[in-house]
Nanobody
């Protein structure tokens, strides 16, 4: 059974940076896409970024392009989200997600395993 545990959230001022980590366990042989979504109060869960097993395919949500970078270390079964130039509108609970597929999807409905989430708060 795949389990995902996020860490690295916190409070930061606008313009600052944070790096989120997601440690995955129970990944069996196969292609796993690892991704990040976020959900602000009263809003739908939104795609942030995702990366293929090889790291060769990356996708980003329009609102974070040029500011966030996703990467993964398969030796550590960990995916990272480097968030720079943070804005108050980036405030949300950030969730790590896994999908056993070689294709990087942006829809939350494609992902079948989720972490518990980590809070990111950006103050103005």
């Amino acid at each position: 059974q795949v389990q995902l545990v996020e860490s690295g959230g916190g409070l930061v001022q606008a313009g600052g940076s944070l790096r989120l980590s997601c440690a995955a366990s129970g990944l069996t042989a196969g292609w796993y896409v690892l991704g990040w979504f976020r959900q602000a109060p009263g809003k739908e869960r939104e795609f942030v970024a995702a990366v293929s097993w090889s790291g060769g395919s990356l996708r980003y949500g329009d609102s974070v392009k040029g500011r966030f970078t996703i990467s993964r270390d398969n030796a550590k079964n960990t995916v990272y989200l480097q968030m720079n130039s943070l804005k108050p509108e980036d405030t949300a609970v950030y969730y790590c997600a896994a999908d056993k597929t070689p294709i990087v999807f942006t829809s939350k409905y494609e992902y079948d395993t989720w972490g518990q989430g980590t809070q990111v708060t950006v103050s103005s």
